[in-house]
């Protein structure tokens, strides 16, 4: 069972409640990476500098165990990629994606779902915007990097998926050596 994990995937791909079952079952830390960006405070968020930033990411891929996810692919969070023992791609369908984002989105005015945001309407604009651009430009380079790493990362699309690697996982078969990779 891997004990160092990065999750990548684009807004609504399903990485966030991926990671929080990991991390509940296997006693993993989680950690977003929009929280390595951003400093959370009230009443508005801080971006970290990029130094802060470095900082915070690499005390934790210096720790024994965590899990890593969120829609950045930068330079910035390659470390993170390095250090890992899996990888997992979260590639949910295009029309899942959008769909997830519209749910979310009235999950979250309607305060049933929390976030580390406030729900407005520029914000669901450009969740719309990052998961067309993940699509168009991050994708295609991701999957090229990813080549760079294939002994240890695997590529989910489907519910079915991803819910057969966290059971082979918990029954402790390493399946991130297992090409899902289409």
Request: hydrophobic content about 30%; aromatic content about 16%; overall charge positive.
């Given at each position: 069972m891997p004990r160092k994990i990065h999750i990548i995937g684009s807004v609504g791909s399903g990485k966030t409640t991926f990671a929080r079952q990991l991390s509940i079952e296997w006693g993993i830390p989680h950690y977003e990476l929009d929280n390595v960006v951003w400093k959370r405070s009230k009443p508005a968020d801080i971006r970290r500098t990029d130094e802060e930033r470095d900082q915070v990411l690499r005390s934790i891929i210096q720790s024994d165990t965590w899990i890593v996810e969120g829609a950045h692919y930068k330079e910035w969070m390659f470390p993170s990629l390095n250090s890992a023992e899996a990888i997992v791609f979260m590639d949910t369908a295009y029309s899942v994606?959008?769909?997830?984002?519209?749910?979310?989105?009235?999950?979250?005015?309607?305060?049933?779902?929390?976030?580390?945001?406030?729900?407005?309407?520029?914000?669901?604009?450009?969740m719309f915007i990052w998961n067309a651009n993940f699509e168009r430009q991050i994708k295609p380079e991701l999957l090229n990097t990813l080549n760079d790493y294939s002994a240890k990362s695997i590529r989910l699309s489907t519910k079915d998926e991803i819910s057969n690697y966290y059971k082979e996982q918990?029954?402790?078969?390493?399946?991130?050596n297992k090409s899902y990779h289409s």
């Open positions: 994606r959008r769909y997830r984002i519209v749910r979310r989105f009235i999950l979250q005015l309607l305060r049933i779902e929390q976030s580390h945001y406030r729900p407005t309407l520029t914000i669901f604009r450009n918990n029954n402790g078969y390493t399946t991130y």
